[in-house]
């Protein structure tokens, strides 16, 4: 065993029901990380794992940041939890200032969670209670899109758009309705930055209107879909999304819960892509994921209207007992200076041509169908084996962990989305060992 490691191989896998996997698979053939350390994961035997990845979209900073390891064991020390309901404690304050100073302008209230889920159904809560609260008492009606990931609360599933997160369990949420998702392959196959076709899809809002009037409460959608296989917005998409939520009044609200704190080359995705929506959800990146922490902003009139409009007392019964927890706090707020100190979302826009063009050098004529590229993020979608859909890309995925590199499979679509601060021969690793696993896989 690595000497550094602290975590010896567990004998017994069976208590821990492991989320989103194959339990099967996995606990007979275990892939065990221990330990992380900048670009890379350890295994328990020592073995290096490139990652590819940033954890699961959320370590921008890089694993193991002294400054932000230091700041949560500071806090711990400090004092450990403090409630949050009808007290409060200087250094949630402090991360909520912190995280208005990055959002974009207008965006300055900020409501923390434990997780993009948990944001996604409070952001879902806070634009029906909006509506309420402005004598709109009709508008109940959420629309997502399909192919959409929101987590797996019943608001961000049921919004959500990805049918084998939905089959197992019942009827959603009512009235909920979905747009189109964005991906035209005949058209926009191999694009880089944003596909040129497809702004249009957002006029099937026009229809939704027409067909449930002034019911609809809010729009949610990812600015870049990465859940699903990464696929960025057509040119004057998102815009065309916000100008039809002006007409009718409707929040548009932007999951960037990936898109957040750097992955696009700017703070938030909506920087990158020039659309400010009225709600804004995040989590992942916001701590560099050292301990968990969501967040959602929101818009100073919705604020008003919801907070200052309101009678004496609680004014949105909605929040989690760790909303703003302290060493959360500490985390987001270590997590932010790094940020700012290191210009990460400055690295990643520096980086973006060198990584854009390692993706789109997978392009093989034969198992890869299409590439799609943004800041650092790619999916490189590989044509299914015959029968057995996600097979191909699953053993990718797993031929490239024995090499040392960790990846990313939706479906048959591999995603790479490294920490912003991977360096070119890191980029090489990553897309050399994928091209030889595409190779080589059946
Ligand atoms: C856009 C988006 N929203 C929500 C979530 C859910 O986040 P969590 O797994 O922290 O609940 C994710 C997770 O990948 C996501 O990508």
Redesign the pocket.
């Known amino acids: 065993m690595n000497q550094h490691s602290p975590v010896s191989r567990p004998n017994n896998l069976d208590a821990f029901w492991m989320p989103y996997s194959d339990n099967r698979h996995f606990k007979s053939h275990p892939r065990m990380l221990a330990r992380a350390e900048g670009m890379s994961y350890f295994t328990a035997d020592g073995q290096e794992i490139l990652d590819g990845t940033a954890g699961?979209?959320c370590c921008n900073a890089g694993h193991g940041r002294r400054e932000i390891v230091e700041a949560i064991q500071k806090q711990a020390a400090v004092m450990d939890f403090a409630p949050t309901f009808q007290l409060g404690h200087p250094i949630a304050f402090e991360a909520a200032a912190r995280v208005a100073a990055m959002t974009p302008e207008g965006l300055d209230r900020i409501f923390f969670t434990n997780?993009?889920?948990?944001?996604?159904d409070t952001a879902l809560k806070i634009a029906l209670a909006y509506q309420k609260a402005r004598g709109q008492s009709q508008r109940v009606r959420l629309v997502g899109r399909e192919r959409?990931?929101?987590?797996?609360?019943f608001g961000?599933m049921s919004v959500g758009g990805i049918g084998g997160n939905r089959k197992q369990f019942g009827a959603m949420l009512p009235y909920v309705d979905h747009l189109p998702h964005t991906h035209l392959p005949g058209q926009n196959a191999f694009s880089r930055g944003l596909p040129e076709h497809g702004a249009h899809l957002a006029d099937v809002l026009e229809n939704l209107v027409a067909l449930h009037g002034d019911t609809i409460a809010a729009v949610m959608v990812?600015p870049m879909?990465?859940?699903t296989g990464v696929l960025v917005p057509p040119v004057g998409y998102l815009q065309r999304l916000r100008d039809l939520c002006d007409k009718h009044d409707i929040l548009l609200i932007f999951?960037?819960?990936?898109?957040g704190f750097g992955r696009l080359g700017t703070n938030f995705g909506s920087d990158r892509l020039g659309v400010t929506p009225d709600i804004l959800?995040m989590?992942?990146g916001l701590t560099n994921a050292a301990v968990?922490m969501?967040g959602v902003a929101v818009s100073n009139a919705i604020y008003e209207t919801v907070v200052n409009g309101a009678p004496d007392g609680i004014e949105l019964f909605h929040g989690y007992t760790y909303s703003g927890h302290p060493l959360a706090s500490a985390a987001a707020i270590a997590t932010l200076d790094l940020h700012r100190a290191e210009d990460l979302p400055g690295r990643a826009r520096a980086m973006e041509p060198y990584f854009g063009d390692a993706a789109h050098a997978m392009k093989d004529g034969d198992k890869v169908i299409d590439i799609r590229s943004i800041g650092l993020v790619a999916g490189i979608e590989l044509a299914p084996r015959p029968g057995k859909p996600g097979a191909r890309a699953m053993e990718v995925f797993r031929t490239c962990f024995d090499k040392g590199v960790l990846t990313r499979v939706t479906g048959d679509i591999i995603a790479l989305s490294p920490p912003l601060i991977v360096e070119k021969p890191q980029v090489d690793r990553i897309f050399g060992t994928l091209a030889d696993a595409i190779k080589a896989a059946a």
């Open positions: 699961l979209w997780s993009g889920s948990e944001s996604a959409g990931y929101h987590g797996v609360g961000g990812e879909a990465g859940s999951d960037e819960v990936i898109t959800t989590a992942k968990p969501g």
